[in-house]
Structure formats: C-alpha cells, structure tokens
C-alpha cells in the first residue's frame, strides 16, 4: 500500500505524516474493498443469472423481437393484443416464457393445471408483484391488494366478516335504488343510445356503501383519473422512474389527485372516528340499528385476536382500496354482460322471462336477498360473460420459493408469473370454442368434468377477490332490473374494440340501444 500512498500524496502536492499515510491507506482498502465487494456482486448475479435461464429453459419461448427489446412491445392494450394473447394461449396451452428487455424473464401462465400451483400458494411464499402493483402504491398504500405478509394476513382476517352475508343483506337496498337512478337518466328513458362504459351509479353505489358520502364527486373524479393516469404511466417507460415521473405533467396530476383521494378519505375517517368516541362503540351500533353499516363502519369497529383496533393510516388505505377494487370492475362486468346479451336476444330474453317469472304477482319491482338464489340462467350469463370478457384480465406474483407444477416442471423462484385470466378463459384446451358466448357451459352438469380453476374473474387460493359475493350481488340486480325494464340491443354502427387497460373496457365505449319493454308488447 506504501508506494500508491506515497503517489497519491505527492499526487495532492501534500507533505507525507504519519497520520495522512494512515488515512489515504485507510481510504484505499476501503475502496479496493468496494471495488471487491461489487465485482462479487456483479459477478454473483451474472451467475444467478445464467443459473436461472437454464432453469426456465424447459419452457417455450415465442421468437424474441430482439436480443435487446424480447418480447417488449409485443404485449399490446388493444383489441390486437388480447387476440395475440389468445392465440399465444391457443399455441403455447399452458405456460410460456417472454422477456422484458434483455434482463426480465416473465412467466406466462394460462392454463388451470400452471395457475393453480402459483395462485394456491401461501400469500408468503406468493406475494404481489411490484413492477406491475407498485405504480398503485402512493394510491392504495398498504391496503389488502398490495400488503403482504403478516399485515396482509391480520387485515385479510380483521376485514372478511365485512363481506360476511349479514352485512351484504341490507345492501340490498342500495343495489336496487342505484339501478333505479340508473334508469331514469335521461340516456335509458329516450330510448337513444346509451354510452355504457362507466356506470357512474357502480361507483357512486361503492362510494356510498363504503363511506356513506354523498357530497364525494370531486374524490369520484379523482380516482377516475388516478385510474387512468396508472394506465398512462405503465405505457411510458420512461415514467417508469419516479424523479422522472413525478417532475412530469401528469406525475404532477397523480400527485395532486392522490392528494385529493387521502384528504377525502382522512377527513371522514375523522368525522366518524368524533362520532364513535362521542357515543362509544355500542351505543353507536346501537343508533345504526334498521340503518346500513357502511364499510369505514365496519373498518372503525373492527378488531384482531388482541382486541387492537385498525390505525386511520390503516382504515384510509383499506377504503381506498375498496374503491378502486370495487367500482370499475362491477361497472367493467355489468357493461360487458348488457353487451353480451345484446348479441344473444334468445338469451336476453330467456333472462326476462326468468326474471319476470321470479316477481309475478309483486307490487314492487325489487329484487331481493332471497331471489339471487333464484335466477340460474341469469346467473349463468352474467358467469359466461365474465369468462368471455373478465374484467380483471391478468394479474401477477413474484414466488420466493420455487413452485412445482403437475408435470414435474420447476417455476424458479424469483421469477416474475403473469397469471392470465384471459388466457385461461380463452383456452381452447380448458374451453372449447372459447370466443362463442354460451351460458349453457355454466349448467352444473357441464361443470361436473371442468376444473374448479378454468373460471377465474376473482382469482383463486388465499389471495382472491374479497369482495366477490358484494359484486355478484351488484351484477344479479342491475342486470335482473334492467332486462326487466328495457330490451337492449347492439348498435351495428359502432365497431367495438376491447381494450384491456387496469380492467377491461371498450375503446370507444360500448354503444348499445335499449327500449322500454313496454313498448314491445
Ligand atoms: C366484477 C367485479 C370484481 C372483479 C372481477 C374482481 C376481481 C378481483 C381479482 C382478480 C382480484 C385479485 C387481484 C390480485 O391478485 O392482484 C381481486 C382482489 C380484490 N378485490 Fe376484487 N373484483 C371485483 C369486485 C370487487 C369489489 C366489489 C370489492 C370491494 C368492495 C373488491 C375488493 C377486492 C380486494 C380488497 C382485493 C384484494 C384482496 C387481497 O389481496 O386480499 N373487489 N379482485
């Protein structure tokens, strides 16, 4: 070390003493040691690189675009990029490799028999994703769709009686009101077209049951747009990078619309959290009695083995994850099943009639509780319409063990599995004739030979969809009042193109015609 000590100092035009040839000697081991430690480093991840690629070598892999690129941007949000998925599935039927540039292997997986090992792991071994999840997390925080480990596992307890029958029941209400409002807006009662891509009444519904406000439009407006900004986001690559993001116009909306969202959310949190502590918590339960008990309700009252309540931090990210799980996707799946049976009459009116069948002789049309059970057929297209056009397309994890699939084949840990919704319901090894809209695949007796995963709008295992019996509920309504009230058919001049952005929409909205039923007969 000597002789580079004493280059350096004459190199600084500095006197030799002990104490400077002990610093610079200091100074140089520490960064030999550096340089060690990061050649170590980079050299331990070229092997685990190269380890890892051997090991997904016993999947397919489609032809890359380049060494470079891989299968970048070949994944496209369009219409052409759902029947690219299609045909991949069509080809590949199970699982298939692609690269995310030259570095990034992701697992494509559709097929029950590849789905099921990744989604029926513990939430430890399979969390969440963050290079899908992580643009929703100054959104969402730690709310159940992007928490894991022991938090997940406490809130994912604390939370499930909130979906719990009893609670749903009195919704019941509320689900009927919002599809009434929805038909007497002007757009329904002139018989005109009806731009059908967001269901406002889905959302201003969730709103509601969540957080019992009414005075909530510009909190609406802004999760509209965080929704759409994240979809912005994920297709600019360069946006990928936060400092980048953040210094942009629309990294600056993201932020201000964020803003927007958590104030909303604190301040009612507050609000209820005055009223609860001015009453306590019995006597408030108490003076909710014959009333509905929204979600913040439920998020305030709620306590774990220990008796120790949920932090507003807590209640703030759970509500706002309800509302961004629980407006699109309802209003994404209502719109689809109206479009569906726009294109089937004889099933739309096979639908009517049950449900007219169901409230003969009633003196108001309501559905209630009790007649969800009581529509198969209906719940047979609104079942077939979510395989067809799920709203939730896709959706990923990141295994920290390997996983074993049933032909003996290793998913390496580490690896990144796009678990895709579409593609399984649109595998013609799992679904024959997968693109024909046909509710009679949804008859239990067909089901008897089909596998428990070839049907997953909600996904499956530990980590499904919480809310699924709150959204059928939803689905059962709107779409049994509304084949009540209207005949819907399908605008032939509008083309419709999916477009599968966080859910999935149409591009141009769906265009459908509805006429009173009255008038029919
Ligand atoms: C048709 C309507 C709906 C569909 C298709 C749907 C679909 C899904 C899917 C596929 C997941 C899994 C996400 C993932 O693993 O990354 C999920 C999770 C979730 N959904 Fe839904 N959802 C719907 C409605 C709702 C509603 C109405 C609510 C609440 C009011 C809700 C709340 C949630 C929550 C909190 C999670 C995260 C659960 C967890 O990780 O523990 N969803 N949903």
Known sequence: MLPFTDWILEKLALEKTLFRTMAVSSLGLLLLALLFRSLTDAFGMCHRFYVN????RCFPEPPRRNWLLGHLNLARSTEEGLQDAAQLTAQYGRICVWWFGPWVPILRLFHPETIGPVLRESAAV???????YGFLKPWLGDGLLLSG???WGRHRRMLTPAFHFDILKPYMKFFNQSTDIMHVKPDFSDSKDIFCRDFLPCLLLTSRLIMC?????DYIAAILELSNLVVLRQHALIHHF?????????????RRACDTVHRFTANVIQERRRAH??????AWLKSKQGKTVDFIDVLLLAKDEEGRHLSDADIAAEADTFMFEGHDTTASGLSWVLYNLARHPNYQDQCREEIQNLLRGRETEEIEWEDLSQMPFTTMCIKESLRLHPPVTAISRRCTEDVKLPDGKIIPKGNICLVSIFGTHHNPAVWPEPEVYNPHRFEPKALQNQSPLAFVPFSAG????IGQNFAMSELKVALA????RFVVRLDESQAVRRLPALILRAENGLWLQVEPVRTQQ
């Open 53 to 56: 690629c051997q090991r997904l």
């Open 126 to 132: 399979a969390p969440k994703d963050k290079l899908f």
């Open 149 to 151: 480990g022991k938090k």
């Open 213 to 217: 406000s009414r005075k909530s439009s």
């Open 242 to 254: 936060d400092w980048l993001y953040y210094l942009s116009t629309n990294g600056r909306r993201f």
């Open 277 to 282: 502590s001015r009453l306590g918590d019995d």
């Open 462 to 465: 530990p980590r499904n969809c």
């Open 481 to 484: 009042l509304t084949l009540l």
